[in-house]
């Protein structure tokens, strides 16, 4: 069928820039690494080197940029389903550098989906629920409760996100996944924002720009608290981040490496808790690198993050010590109206073959759900 390809790139910010090479991992539906030769779902050689890179360009941080189309004309993906692109120091294979998930579909099942408000009368105002159906076209799935993994994804999250959902009935060739409490997903609120494509010009959010010490410190304005607030529809890129400079055509090479400090005034520490910058822009993680720490002088949460110039994305997530779960409506509100993006994918674990193929795939919008 069609190939599409992916493209990776990242930075090496340190004064003597590696060498980099990669190689693909074929995963189960839950990331964790199939049983099977690299030779089952690739052809070419296990590790390659990435030949294509660009020293930053008149940058206070210099930098070097990397990038990667897959595929190419060293590898060539065989089978379906989950993958992991691992880029480690071409001299020292254990050096693992970065990880990237992707995924490969083959289109076979049609998934019948669509958004609605969930029954339940104290969801109703702060969720958003998938109804599911899936066709098996001309699948012969002979155990349907066992050989599908379905996973549900909002903003392409798995922080957020369903599996292990059976099937609530069967008819001749559609499974029904639709129940009054199956994929069920907190609205959450519109992402926060700020633009840092220019350093001459206080955009959005911003309440400083200040050049120290050789760096660009970009101070953002104090955060509100939006948990008590009403809705109030704010476009947003739903978590991720676009780097882009002002008037360049070469973002990648240009944009700056600047210094961006996030303030969260709260009256008190949370006790118990801690609490983190969250979105695309922190990979989607929750590490020590993204926790703010609490200042007493300025009863405030506070971080600051090296980032690349662009537009960016992120919320304020809070993590319970004790148990480890992860709130986001604290800081932000929890509304049905929020415009979410949503990824369904299913999964075929066909017996006797070592790995899962991805044989179904939708996306939805809760602004325009069908």
Known sequence: GNIESITLTFDDLSDNPLSYSYTLIHCTSNWEESKINKSDYMDGFETNPINDFQN?????VPYTHYKLLI?????KIKLSGNYILRVFDTYNSEKLVLEQKFMVVENIL??????RQPIDSERKETSQQIELSVSTNNLSISDPHNDLEILTLQNGQYQSSFHGIKPIFIRSNELVYSSPDNFIFNGINEFRSF???????????????????GNYNVLLLPSENNRKQKYSSLSDINGKYKVNLENSEQGDIEADYVWVYFTLPYYDQLPEKEVYVYGELTDWQITPQNQMQYNYQRSAYELRLQLKQGYYNYRYVVKDIKSGEIDPTFFEGNHFETENDYLILVYYKQIGIRYERLVGIKRLNSRNSN
């Open 56 to 60: 930053s360009y008149s940058t206070t």
């Open 71 to 75: 595929p190419n004309n060293d590898v």
């Open 110 to 115: 049609s998934l019948n989906a669509k958004l």
């Open 195 to 213: 633009n840092i494509n220019s350093i001459r010009f206080i955009s959005t959010g911003i309440q400083s720009i200040d050049m120290v010490g």
